[in-house]
């Protein structure tokens, strides 16, 4: 069994910060990639940025220059460090990791998804 356990929501004004971190636990051999989505009320859920484990990432247009993604690989653990943020990156933020419980099996897990708003 594998969670995805997210953290660091909440309602922010236009311009502020917010940073999000997720943690994985239970049993895992190893983590290959590890990203955040987000979903707005009455859109798609969209990738906002992804990190492999060589430490590559991954962002969408909208959010490059103002978001950073990062993890730690010791704690099974990815970071989004939010800054600038917009009205329109209100959204519910989900983690989500591709991880290998043994060498035959991998899988995508989702976490249960952290709110972010932003408004004044």
């Known amino acids: 069994q594998v969670q995805l356990v997210e953290s660091g929501g909440g309602l922010v004004q236009p311009g502020g910060s917010l940073r999000l971190s997720c943690a994985a636990s239970?049993?895992?051999?190893?983590?290959?990639?590890m990203g955040w989505y987000r979903q707005a009320p009455g859109k798609q859920r969209e990738l906002v940025a992804s990190?492999?484990?060589?430490?590559?990432?991954n962002y969408a247009d909208s959010v490059k220059g103002r978001f950073t993604i990062s993890r730690d690989n010791a704690k099974n653990t990815v970071y989004l460090q939010m800054n600038s943020l917009k009205p329109e990156d209100t959204a519910v933020y989900y983690c989500?990791?591709?991880?290998?419980?043994?060498?035959?099996?991998?899988?995508?897990?989702w976490g249960q998804g952290t709110q972010v708003t932003v408004s004044s």
């Open positions: 990190i492999i484990s060589g430490g590559s990432t």
């Open positions: 239970g049993s895992i051999l190893n983590i290959n990639s």
């Open positions: 989500n990791a591709h991880i290998r419980a043994s060498p035959w099996y991998g899988r995508d897990y």
